[in-house]
């Protein structure tokens, strides 16, 4: 290991702490922020998506090239304000402490004089904001980060991974000179982990709750071989359950909805998430005793998603089979 948490700590000037910091906000231990920068907001999350585009805009608000990450994620809005460092040497500090601390550098570009043959480049005026977009900022922030007039001022991009034993940490700075005497800097940190899953156990009680509240439930452990419709072995024990919780309810019609992600025609898809519906409904009912006429097969392929098909993770949690309660 090249480098720890306390070397990158040292590699920024020391600061002093100010009551100006937004409430129960502490910087991160890998990172220190720049001097006499404040802390507007932060956030914590145990477990979320993020994602980091690497890429220029290649499209209307598009880009190809990102890494789709998982684990706990850090977010810090720091403001230097009435200050005479520009952007750009907030910028060239974060970017040269990430490198110096051991980071592969991912993705970075400054535009610092909002140069249009820049503009759609990793760290330029129009980049900015479409890398953003993936990992929004909520409003109760009161971030400035891509604010401002048209006489604001240029931006600058950095990311960077630090591969450790217990997992890789990710590194974002993102600067924006708002005014003259503001600079914007956004810090996120992502410490990379799977889901620690299992901690949810599918029960009737869980499924009745879920029924009576939503109207649906997503029946989890039901497992398909990629593109086809077979139902597999290892799904057992969670048709066990949802035979159960339909027993209990015998007077009950259900829909069983099959979804798919994005790939492939639409008619494809429509068709492989009914005949996936059609299988769990046809082993609840040869395998479990379940009457045909309470449960409906339907397919609505990939025009329900439940989060992004842009990513691996996204894709994986749009193909799902859904329990729906009718008439």
Same mark, same amino acid.
């Given at each position: 290991?090249?480098? $720890?948490?306390?070397?990158?700590?040292?590699?920024?000037?020391?600061?002093?702490?100010?009551?100006?910091?937004?409430?129960?906000?502490?910087?991160?231990?890998?990172?220190?922020?720049?001097?006499?920068?404040?802390?507007?907001?932060? $956030?914590?999350?145990?477990?979320?998506?993020?994602?980091?585009?690497?890429?220029?805009?290649?499209?209307?608000?598009?880009?190809?090239?990102?890494?789709?990450?998982?684990?706990?994620?850090?977010?810090?809005?720091?403001?230097?304000?009435?200050?005479?460092?520009?952007?750009?040497?907030?910028?060239?500090?974060?970017?040269?402490?990430?490198? /110096?601390?051991?980071?592969?550098?991912?993705?970075?570009?400054?535009?610092?004089?909002?140069?249009?043959?820049?503009?759609?480049?990793?760290?330029? /005026?129009?980049?900015?904001?479409?890398?953003?977009?993936?990992?929004?900022?909520?409003?109760?922030?009161? $971030?400035?980060?891509?604010?401002?007039?048209?006489?604001?001022?240029?931006?600058?991009?950095?990311?960077?991974?630090?591969? /450790?034993?217990?997992?890789?940490?990710?590194?974002?700075?993102?600067?924006?000179?708002?005014?003259?005497?503001?600079?914007?800097?956004?810090?996120?940190?992502?410490?990379?982990?799977?889901?620690?899953?299992?901690?949810?156990?599918?029960?009737?009680?869980?499924?009745?709750?879920?029924?009576?509240?939503?109207?649906?439930?997503?029946?989890?452990?039901?497992?398909?071989?990629?593109?086809?419709?077979?139902? /597999?072995?290892?799904?057992?024990? !969670?048709?066990?359950?949802?035979?159960?919780?339909?027993?209990?309810?015998?007077?009950?019609?259900?829909?069983?909805?099959?979804?798919?992600?994005?790939?492939?025609?639409?008619?494809?898809?429509?068709?492989?998430?009914?005949?996936?519906?059609?299988?769990?409904?046809?082993?609840?009912?040869?395998?479990?005793?379940?009457?045909?006429?309470?449960?409906?097969?339907?397919?609505?392929?990939?025009? !329900?998603?439940?989060?992004?098909?842009?990513?691996?993770?996204?894709?994986?949690?749009?193909?799902?089979?859904?329990?729906?309660?009718?008439?």
């Amino acid at each position: 290991m090249k480098n $720890s948490y306390l070397t990158m700590l040292l590699l920024l000037l020391p600061y002093l702490m100010t009551a100006q910091d937004a409430d129960g906000c502490t910087d991160h231990p890998l990172i220190s922020r720049y001097p006499d920068a404040q802390i507007i907001w932060c $956030s914590a999350e145990d477990f979320a998506e993020y994602h980091i585009a690497t890429g220029p805009v290649t499209g209307y608000q598009h880009i190809d090239e990102w890494i789709d990450l998982e684990g706990k994620v850090y977010r810090y809005n720091y403001e230097l304000r009435n200050t005479t460092n520009t952007m750009n040497e907030v910028y060239q500090n974060y970017r040269n402490a990430l490198q /110096k601390a051991g980071f592969e550098i991912l993705a970075e570009g400054n535009d610092p004089n909002r140069d249009r043959m820049k503009a759609n480049e990793v760290g330029g /005026k129009s980049w900015m904001p479409v890398a953003s977009r993936r990992n929004p900022l909520p409003t109760t922030s009161m $971030s400035r980060l891509n604010t401002g007039s048209s006489s604001s001022g240029g931006y600058g991009f950095a990311a960077g991974k630090l591969e /450790k034993p217990e997992g890789n940490v990710f590194v974002t700075v993102s600067a924006y000179q708002y005014r003259s005497d503001i600079v914007v800097i956004q810090v996120d940190v992502i410490e990379e982990k799977p889901l620690d899953d299992g901690k949810i156990t599918i029960d009737p009680d869980y499924l009745a709750r879920e029924i009576a509240t939503k109207g649906t439930v997503t029946l989890s452990g039901i497992f398909f071989d990629f593109d086809l419709a077979i139902v /597999k072995p290892e799904s057992a024990d !969670a048709l066990a359950v949802i035979a159960t919780y339909l027993k209990q309810n015998a007077d009950a019609h259900f829909f069983v909805v099959g979804h798919t992600d994005y790939k492939g025609n639409l008619a494809y898809n429509l068709n492989l998430s009914k005949e996936r519906a059609a299988a769990v409904v046809n082993k609840l009912v040869s395998d479990y005793g379940i009457a045909k006429e309470q449960l409906e097969a339907q397919g609505v392929g990939p025009l !329900a998603p439940r989060t992004t098909n842009e990513s691996d993770i996204g894709r994986e949690k749009n193909r799902r089979v859904e329990l729906v309660l009718g008439n």
